[in-house]
């Protein structure tokens, strides 16, 4: 009787500390190129140190999410053709990788990207059972993981993702999006999403300007407005990556949002020259039903020559500075304060 009573104060004890539950949550991964076979980019070390200078971070949040650009393939697949071959990248990563994502911290990663199908569909079908067998949650396929519920520490997390693209869950249809995300509300604790989505390259990309945005005639969404559809819908935080550069954070009904968080480990075939290259970390704590508490924003960039970048962090701030100041353009009007040291607040 008084070890059962011993376990039942120990469980009420861990159910109690998650009262403040935190994320972590970063942009683009591409871990190195094993596509053209004779001109592969790989990392040295075979990509063991990839995460190595900001794992701590990413490890230390209840929940870690990020963008897998790319897929998961050791060899073969369709390699994608464009019209354009000077706009056309395929981004084909081995599949040992996987347990990079792993070691750093990560638990969800999104798939609704214009590069998940890069080698059509035995890219994605690989992808899914590596991702699986590494025992990541993944969700952004339509049809296939279109979303994922990830019950970890007695909290259930339900995990959405969006994208323009062929074969990903499109952010175009808000009735779908909407449903979807009204679903998983009703069977999560918290709900996730993460939307790839905006213009690309640049400066030009790193302005929220709540309106339609095109990349080479493509429509590639309002993120302003889709965040808060999402939220609308049941959303308690929308993280968004796809321009290549850091954007504005912003809060909405009390729930977090970033409209873009960038690269963060592009390896190689992805400009990181200037702001390319800043590589933040997201990190922010919410209650139990997904209200912003706190959060902070912690400052890498990725360095290295192609098949040698990683994310180190920077102790000049770059990317607190860059947040900062777009977020003050873009959303003057948002209750987050951002301080000189990347805490973010809620102003008073």
Same mark, same amino acid.
């Given at each position: 009787?008084?070890?059962?009573?011993?376990?039942?104060?120990?469980?009420?004890?861990?159910? !109690?500390?998650? @009262?403040?539950?935190?994320?972590?949550?970063?942009?683009?991964?591409?871990?190195?190129?094993?596509?053209?076979? @004779?001109?592969?980019?790989?990392?040295?070390?075979?990509?063991?140190?990839?995460?190595?200078?900001?794992?701590?971070?990413?490890?230390?949040? @209840?929940?870690?999410?990020?963008?897998?650009?790319?897929?998961?393939?050791?060899?073969?697949?369709?390699?994608?053709?464009?019209?354009?071959?000077?706009?056309?990248?395929?981004?084909? #990563?081995?599949?040992?990788?996987?347990?990079?994502?792993?070691?750093a911290g990560f638990d969800l990663m999104s798939v609704a990207n214009n590069h998940?199908? +890069?080698?059509?569909?035995? &890219?994605?079908? !690989?992808? #899914?059972?590596?991702?699986?067998?590494?025992?990541?949650?993944?969700?952004?396929?339509?049809?296939?993981?279109?979303?994922?519920?990830?019950?970890?520490?007695? =909290?259930?997390?339900?995990?959405?993702?969006? !994208?323009?693209?062929?074969?990903?869950?499109?952010?175009?249809?808000?009735?779908?999006?909407?449903?979807?995300?009204? $679903?998983?509300?009703?069977?999560?604790?918290?709900?996730?999403?993460?939307?790839?989505?905006?213009?690309?390259?640049?400066?030009?990309?790193?302005?929220?300007?709540?309106?339609?945005?095109?990349?080479?005639?493509?429509?590639? *969404?309002?993120?302003?407005?889709?965040?808060?559809?999402? =939220? +609308?819908?049941?959303?308690? #935080?929308?993280?968004?990556?796809?321009p290549h550069v850091p954007r504005a954070i912003d809060l909405y009904k009390g729930?977090?949002?970033?409209?873009?968080?960038?690269?963060?480990?592009?390896?190689?075939?992805?400009?990181?020259?200037?702001?390319? *290259?800043?590589?933040?970390?997201?990190? %922010?704590?919410? @209650?139990?039903? &997904?209200?912003?508490? $706190? *959060?902070?924003?912690?400052?890498? =960039?990725?360095?290295?020559?192609?098949?040698?970048?990683?994310?180190?962090?920077?102790?000049?701030?770059?990317?607190?500075?860059?947040?900062?100041?777009?977020?003050?353009?873009? %959303?003057?009007?948002?209750?987050?304060?951002?301080?000189?040291?990347?805490? =973010?607040?809620?102003?008073?």
């Amino acid at each position: 009787m008084k070890k059962i009573i011993l376990c039942l104060l120990l469980a009420a004890s861990a159910f !109690a500390a998650k @009262d403040t539950i935190s994320f972590a949550a970063v942009g683009d991964i591409m871990m190195g190129l094993n596509w053209p076979e @004779d001109a592969t980019s790989l990392p040295p070390q075979d990509g063991a140190l990839t995460f190595e200078s900001v794992k701590e971070i990413l490890q230390s949040a @209840d929940i870690t999410i990020g963008n897998l650009e790319g897929v998961f393939l050791d060899s073969g697949g369709v390699p994608k053709k464009c019209s354009n071959p000077s706009l056309c990248f395929n981004f084909r #990563m081995p599949e040992r990788y996987a347990k990079h994502l792993v070691d750093a911290g990560f638990d969800l990663m999104s798939v609704a990207n214009n590069h998940v199908g +890069d080698f059509g569909e035995p &890219g994605r079908t !690989a992808t #899914m059972r590596v991702l699986k067998g590494a025992g990541l949650g993944f969700a952004g396929l339509e049809g296939l993981a279109e979303t994922y519920v990830l019950e970890k520490d007695g =909290i259930r997390y339900g995990f959405a993702a969006f !994208a323009p693209n062929n074969a990903t869950v499109r952010f175009h249809d808000a009735a779908k999006a909407k449903r979807l995300i009204s $679903e998983l509300k009703a069977k999560s604790d918290i709900v996730i999403v993460s939307m790839h989505i905006g213009t690309e390259g640049g400066d030009g990309a790193s302005r929220v300007s709540r309106k339609t945005e095109m990349f080479h005639s493509e429509n590639r *969404g309002n993120p302003y407005e889709f965040a808060r559809l999402a =939220i +609308d819908a049941g959303a308690d #935080m929308v993280f968004g990556h796809g321009p290549h550069v850091p954007r504005a954070i912003d809060l909405y009904k009390g729930k977090f949002i970033a409209y873009s968080l960038g690269n963060f480990a592009t390896n190689a075939g992805i400009s990181i020259s200037g702001i390319s *290259g800043y590589a933040p970390i997201v990190k %922010i704590k919410t @209650d139990r039903k &997904g209200n912003f508490l $706190e *959060g902070e924003i912690f400052s890498a =960039i990725q360095k290295g020559e192609r098949g040698a970048r990683r994310p180190i962090l920077d102790s000049a701030g770059v990317c607190i500075k860059r947040i900062k100041e777009l977020t003050e353009l873009d %959303i003057p009007e948002t209750k987050l304060l951002i301080s000189e040291n990347g805490k =973010i607040s809620v102003k008073e």
